[in-house]
């Protein structure tokens, strides 16, 4: 049986349904129209960039990071940036640099800059505060790049770009 006494409900309901939709098919627009930056894996320094004494490796890093740059501008994710084996800086040894990504934007060249400050541990239990600027390309083995921008007051740098380096293994992807 229908009660006259809930039929305003309904239409109440079906108006509050078709916002509900309408609210969550806008965030999904915004969620697939935001820019996506994932990537990880080996990258390296072209031959010619010695970053140690030892002349016998080529010097690079290991690199992750997941971002999500919305269309409001909004950052969400984080980078982790890891000089391990690869590039050992005359005794400081391995250092790791894992934080959140505050700020991202893509470059009108198609790459995408992250910005991220936070910690650099050091394998000796050292931590120092560190700022990073990341900017990478897409693209797999011999392809992608990613390039990092250090200040380290307590290294006395500032500001320091690293040349860039070009992945080994591995894959950036911007979409």
């Known amino acids: 049986m229908n009660s006259l006494k809930h039929a305003p409900i309904k239409p109440a309901l079906l108006g509050l349904s078709l916002a509900v939709a309408l609210l969550a098919s806008?965030?999904?627009a915004d969620e697939a129209s935001a820019v996506r930056v994932q990537g990880g894996g080996i990258a390296l320094f072209d031959a010619d960039v010695p970053f140690d004494s030892d002349l016998e490796d080529r010097d690079g890093s290991a690199f992750a990071f997941n971002v999500i740059i919305g269309n409001?501008?909004?950052?969400k994710g984080d980078c982790q940036?890891?000089?391990a084996g690869r590039t050992d800086f005359d005794g400081?040894?391995?250092q790791v640099v894992h934080n959140p990504v505050t700020d991202a934007w893509v470059n009108l060249d198609g790459s995408v800059t992250l910005y991220s400050?936070?910690?650099?541990?050091?394998?000796?239990?050292?931590?120092f505060d560190v700022e990073m600027l990341v900017t990478v390309t897409?693209?797999?083995?011999g392809v992608g790049t990613i390039q990092v921008t250090f200040t380290i007051p307590a290294y006395g740098l500032f500001d320091a770009p690293f040349p860039v380096q070009t992945l080994a293994s591995g894959q950036v992807t911007i979409r």
């Open 26 to 28: 806008n965030a999904w």
């Open 72 to 75: 409001d501008g909004s950052v």
């Open 81 to 83: 940036y890891v000089m």
């Open 92 to 94: 400081l040894g391995p």
């Open 117 to 127: 400050e936070g910690s650099l541990r050091t394998w000796k239990g050292q931590v």
């Open 138 to 141: 897409a693209g797999g083995a």
